[in-house]
C-alpha cells in the first residue's frame, strides 16, 4: 500500500516560488510514476507534472520554464518547484503515483495512490 502525504502550499504572491514536497511510504520504486495534479474551483482537475522511474519529467503546458518536478529516492520524497507563480496557478495539489507508463495529459483517473492534497493561493 502507497501512502503519499502533501506539505509546502499556502497563500503567496504573484511571483512567488514555494515548494511542494510529498512523503511517499510503501514501495514507489521500479516502474512507478509519480505526478502532480491541480484543480481549481469549479474546474477539472489536471496533470501538471510527471516523473517516471528514471526521472524523465513531463509538463503540461501552462508551466512549462517555471515549474521542476524531481524526486529524492533516498527520502521518499517528491517535490515540485514552482516559480514565477500566477493567480491562476491557485489551486489544490494533490501528488500522485500509479504503476506504469507515465502522462500529464489525464484527469486522473489512471493513477492509483493519491495524497490528500495541498493548497496554493496565489493572489496578485
Known amino acids: 500500500q502507497v501512502q503519499l502525504v502533501e506539505s509546502g502550499g499556502g497563500s503567496v504572491q504573484a511571483g512567488g516560488s514555494p515548494r511542494l514536497s510529498c512523503q511517499a511510504s510503501?514501495?514507489?520504486?521500479?516502474?512507478?510514476?509519480m505526478a502532480w495534479f491541480r484543480q481549481a474551483p469549479g474546474k477539472e482537475r489536471e496533470g501538471v507534472a510527471t516523473i517516471d522511474s528514471v526521472s524523465s519529467t513531463t509538463y503540461t503546458d501552462s508551466v512549462k520554464g517555471r515549474f521542476t518536478i524531481s524526486k529524492d529516492n533516498a527520502k521518499n520524497t517528491l517535490y515540485l518547484q514552482m516559480n514565477s507563480l500566477k493567480p491562476e496557478d491557485s489551486g489544490m495539489y494533490s501528488c500522485a503515483a500509479r504503476i506504469g507508463f507515465c502522462t500529464v495529459r489525464t484527469a486522473g483517473s489512471i493513477y492509483n495512490y493519491w495524497g490528500q492534497g495541498t493548497q496554493v493561493t496565489v493572489s496578485s
Open positions: 510503501g514501495y514507489t520504486r521500479g516502474s512507478f510514476c
